[in-house]
């Protein structure tokens, strides 16, 4: 009889260990990795993943949006304070929140016009760590296909100095605002740039290609 409780003892011990095995481990809140192409969570991974990321410095398009909140005085019924919380929203239906602080503003028109609805997106390039976008500059542009120029001016001291314009198909010339590589000067190569707002008037900035790790993802 004894010999019989220690046999199925024993076997209850072996059939635990296997369940143990064989079970399904969960993961440890907080450990998810950030997705590998830095892009911005969805809105089930932000919810599950709240660490911060490598930052990566990105080029966004999307849509600006905020939430402002008020402090009341509950007896006099005053706003004694209050503060506005920003957010970048994507097509795709994801928000991330937007840190605007020291960050250049190139747009059109005001930027009130650009948060108040859908209908005006912007192009935000800046730091994604992961949870927040830092934005560096922000800008709404026209897109622009042409060719690099030089144009050389003479001076009647007999220096010279060499402008850069992006020519369009039309013969349009409009001044480029940052130097382009030389590889790309005359030699007939077609390039995209943005049409940018500049203390000098309008010109255009030649655009790198874009990388994978700057896409949204569907």
Request: hydrophobic content about 40%; aromatic content about 12%.
């Amino acid at each position: 009889m004894k010999f019989g409780f220690l046999v199925l003892a024993v076997v209850t011990l072996v059939v635990a260990a296997v369940w143990l095995v064989s079970a399904p481990r969960e993961s440890t809140p907080g450990t998810q990795q950030p997705p590998l192409n830095n892009s911005p969570p969805t809105a089930q991974t932000q919810q599950t993943n709240k660490s911060p990321q490598q930052p990566v410095e990105v080029t966004w398009r999307g849509y600006i949006s905020a939430v402002v909140v008020d402090f009341v005085d509950p007896t006099s019924g005053q706003m004694t304070g209050g503060y506005t919380e920003w957010f970048f929203d994507f097509d795709n239906g994801t928000t991330v929140r937007l840190d605007l602080t020291n960050a250049t503003i190139r747009l059109r028109d005001h930027f009130i016009v650009y948060y108040l609805g859908r209908d005006r997106p912007v192009y935000v390039r800046g730091i994604w760590n992961g949870t927040v976008l830092k934005a560096l500059e922000i800008y709404d542009y026209f897109a622009l296909s042409g060719y690099v120029v030089g144009r050389d001016v003479l001076f009647v001291n007999g220096s010279s100095v060499t402008y850069f314009f992006l020519m369009l198909d039309n013969g349009t010339l409009i001044p480029l605002v940052e130097p382009p590589p030389a590889y790309l000067v005359g030699t007939g190569e077609r390039v995209e740039a943005e049409l940018v707002y500049t203390e000098e008037g309008v010109g255009a900035r030649v655009l790198a290609p874009r990388e994978p790790t700057q896409a949204i993802p569907s």
